[in-house]
Nanobody
């Protein structure tokens, strides 16, 4: 059973930085791709960033390219999302997920996914 626990959300001013973390149960990284999704109020959950099972390839939504970085620490079984140059429109609950990452018709999605509980990120203007 995969368990994912996020931490590190909070309130930050526009232009600031924040890093959210996701502690995963053992063997998660060797089995699944990892990803971060964000869900803004009243909107659907959307792909933000992803990493292949090997960790060698990363993927980003166009809206965060050049500002967000996904990374992981295998020794700590933890995946991170470093968010820089934050904008008010980045405000969302950010969810860590593990599963099979696919790309179709311009969108990334995750199948057979396990989800964390989410962590709130609020960017003030």
């Amino acid at each position: 059973q995969v368990q994912l626990v996020e931490s590190g959300g909070g309130l930050v001013q526009a232009g600031g930085s924040l890093r959210v973390s996701c502690a995963a149960s053992e063997r998660t990284f060797s089995t699944y791709a990892m990803a971060w999704f964000g869900q803004a109020p009243g909107k659907e959950r959307e792909f933000v960033a992803g990493m292949s099972r090997s960790g060698g390839t990363t993927y980003y939504a166009d809206s965060v390219k050049g500002r967000f970085t996904i990374s992981r620490d295998n020794a700590k079984n933890t995946v991170y999302l470093q968010m820089n140059s934050l904008k008010p429109e980045d405000t969302a609950v950010y969810y860590c997920a593990a599963g099979y990452l696919t790309y179709y018709n311009g969108r990334y999605s995750l199948s057979s996914a396990y989800w964390g509980q989410g962590t709130q990120v609020t960017v003030s203007s």
